[in-house]
């Protein structure tokens, strides 16, 4: 069945970047674009970007463009975040989610979610 | 960025109760709405997508409405496995946003 397993919990500190992983399986990989998604404790969730896995075209919410970014290895069917010059607001759980559709001209949201990733930022 | 007020943050309910949960939007999304239903530590599913369809395998009870501006999630009969906290998603336009979840807790 369609999964997206991302990697384990990570904690940094302030300034330090992190890369989360996502791998995809159950589907042809480059059909579907993959959002990441984070949730602050006591915030909402907020979308970061999606990525296209077949040409790595990505896109980006205007909160995050130019400190985060999502690139795919075709060969390993996964999709990476990496958050750079991170900060005490960064700690949050981060998702990665299939799009609902196989649309890359626009999105029809998020299908299949992966299990979250917690990451910590601390000194 | 389009803003989605969600209401209300937090619902107690009996089994058997019908809840309604709103989602209200700053400009026009067509049907471009999901609903979605998280439990405690699982990943969020797809339970509405585009306003009114629910997916395949989502309990007959589960049913979205609306276009536009106002969209609403109404759970009918409303069994103990409901509890969960449950949240709106647009895809009209970048960059998506959400509502603010609403928790459901059954008594």
């Known amino acids: 069945q369609v999964q997206v397993v991302q990697s384990g919990a990570e904690v940094k500190k302030p300034g330090a970047s992190v890369k989360v992983s996502c791998k995809a399986s159950?589907?042809?990989?480059?059909?579907?674009?993959i959002h990441w998604v984070r949730r602050a404790p006591g915030q909402w969730l907020e979308w970061m970007g999606w990525?296209?896995?077949?040409?790595?075209?990505?896109k980006f919410s205007p909160k995050f463009q130019g400190r985060v970014s999502i690139t795919s290895d075709t060969s390993a069917s996964a999709v990476f975040l990496e958050v750079h010059s991170l900060r005490s607001e960064d700690t949050a759980l981060y998702f990665c989610?299939?799009?609902?559709?196989?649309?890359?001209?626009?999105?029809?949201?998020?299908?299949?979610w992966g299990q979250g990733t917690s990451v910590t930022v601390s000194s | 960025e389009t803003t989605l007020t969600q209401s209300p943050p937090f619902m107690s309910a009996t089994p058997g109760d019908s809840v309604t949960i709103s989602c209200r939007a700053g400009?026009?999304?067509?049907?471009?709405v999901n609903w979605y239903q998280q439990k405690t530590g699982e990943a969020p599913v797809l339970i509405v997508r585009?306003?009114?369809t629910r997916v395949p395998g989502i309990p007959p009870r589960f049913s979205g409405s609306g276009y536009g501006g106002d969209f609403t999630l109404t759970i009918y009969n409303i069994e103990s496995a409901d509890a969960a906290y449950y949240f709106c998603l647009q895809h009209d336009n970048f960059p998506l946003t959400f509502g603010q979840g609403t928790k459901v807790e059954i008594k």
């Open positions: 159950g589907y042809d990989f480059t059909d579907y674009a």
């Open positions: 585009d306003a009114t």
């Open positions: 989610a299939r799009d609902a559709h196989n649309s890359f001209v626009q999105s029809y949201g998020m299908g299949v």
């Open positions: 400009r026009d999304l067509d049907d471009d």
């Open positions: 990525i296209n896995p077949d040409n790595g075209k990505t």
